[in-house]
Nanobody, 124 residues
Framework: QVQLVESGGGLVQAGGSLRLSCAAS????????LGWFRQAPGKEREFVAA????????LYGDSVKGRFTISRDNARNTVYLQMNSLKSEDTAVYYC?????????????????WGQGTQVTVSP
């Protein structure tokens, strides 16, 4: 059973940085895509970034391009989201998700497995 466990959320001031981690277990992830999504209160879930495990190909949402970086550590089966220059509008619950297809896509409907989420709060 695939499990995704996020960590690293917290409270940070605007302009600061945080690094989120997603530890993946229970599967062979070499053919997967791992992604990050976020959801703020009263808003729809939003694509943040994704990475294809096999070759490191990445895709970013427009609102985070140039500020966030997704990466993976094959040995640790962990995906990271480095978030810099944080803004108050980045405040949300951040979710890690996995897509078995290996196709890097933004739509959450294609992702098969989800973590429980970690809260990121950016104060003005």
């Amino acid at each position: 059973q695939v499990q995704l466990v996020e960590s690293g959320g917290g409270l940070v001031q605007a302009g600061g940085s945080l690094r989120l981690s997603c530890a993946a277990s229970g599967g062979t992830f070499s053919s997967y895509v791992l992604g990050w999504f976020r959801q703020a209160p009263g808003k729809e879930r939003e694509f943040v970034a994704a990475i294809r495990w096999s070759n490191g190909y990445t895709l970013y949402g427009d609102s985070v391009k140039g500020r966030f970086t997704i990466s993976r550590d094959n040995a640790r089966n962990t995906v990271y989201l480095q978030m810099n220059s944080l803004k108050s509008e980045d405040t949300a619950v951040y979710y890690c998700a996995a897509d078995r297809s290996g196709v890097v896509r933004m739509a959450s409907v294609f992702y098969d497995y989800w973590g429980q989420g970690t809260q990121v709060t950016v104060s003005p």
